[in-house]
């Protein structure tokens, strides 16, 4: 499903997504920026995880030391360059969140917003494992999914991408249970909060659950 994102759910076409997302999605999308900006120290060394197009990352970088966002699309990355333009405080890098190219713990912060932790279709172990991994000893890794309460409004969301031909027509039939389904393959999953706690612990990690604004589920670690 990586390669869905790279070929075909990228640069302008991702941005165009959360153009037409309903004003109910956008207030989700403001939540979580919000709710991440209030746990990002002043200065700290922050890294993005599946930063797209730098949506989220320009407004990190308003804040933090540095601000690096990584993404395995080249057209995303391309269009972020573009849109931060010579903004000293973000950097961006092409590469894989569950195979990091950084040597060790330069981190104060690492964010995986917007449902990464399922969006990116990799091991969701080894994804929180790396992330500690490059992040320094008591920083802290943020990792979002959907709250169920905003089933409604995602699925709303998606059949707009899907009418506007961004992602595949939506197969109701297969569709529920917080899993949404595309008839060209595209498949959108979520992750319990249950399921977080219980990879944080395998890892050794202090973890909460903590729900924003009815819509997402974040999950707070400490290494």
């Not at 207030?27 to 979580?32: A, G, H, I, Q």
């Not at 890098?93 to 449902?115: I, K, S, T, W």
């Not at 031909?165 to 498949?187: M, N, P, Q, S």
């Amino acid at each position: 499903m990586g390669s869905y994102y790279s070929e075909r759910l990228s640069g302008e076409r991702l941005r165009r997504c959360y153009e037409i997302a309903p004003p109910r999605v956008r207030r989700y999308f403001r939540s979580e920026i919000d709710c991440v900006l209030d746990r990002l120290e002043a200065g700290a060394r922050v890294l993005e995880l599946g930063c797209g197009y730098g949506r989220v990352l320009a407004e990190l970088g308003g804040k933090a030391g540095t601000a690096t966002g990584i993404d395995l699309s080249l057209d995303s990355l391309r269009l972020a360059r573009r849109l931060l333009g010579r903004r000293s405080r973000c950097r961006l890098a092409c590469m894989d969140a569950a195979e990091l190219a950084f040597a060790g713990p330069g981190f104060d912060l690492v964010v995986c917003v917007q449902n990464g932790i399922s969006a990116f279709h990799v091991d969701r172990r080894t994804l929180i494992r790396e992330a500690a991994r490059v992040t320094r000893r008591g920083g802290r890794l943020l990792f979002s999914s959907y709250a169920e309460a905003f089933w409604d409004h995602r699925l709303e969301w998606f059949r707009l991408q899907s009418e506007a031909g961004l992602v595949g027509k939506i197969d109701e039939r297969a569709t529920g249970d917080g899993v949404i389904v595309c008839e060209d393959g595209f498949r959108a999953t979520t992750a319990s909060g249950r399921e977080v706690l219980s990879l944080a612990a395998d890892l050794g990690l202090a973890a909460t659950v903590f729900e924003v604004d009815g819509s997402s589920l974040f999950c707070e670690m400490t290494v």
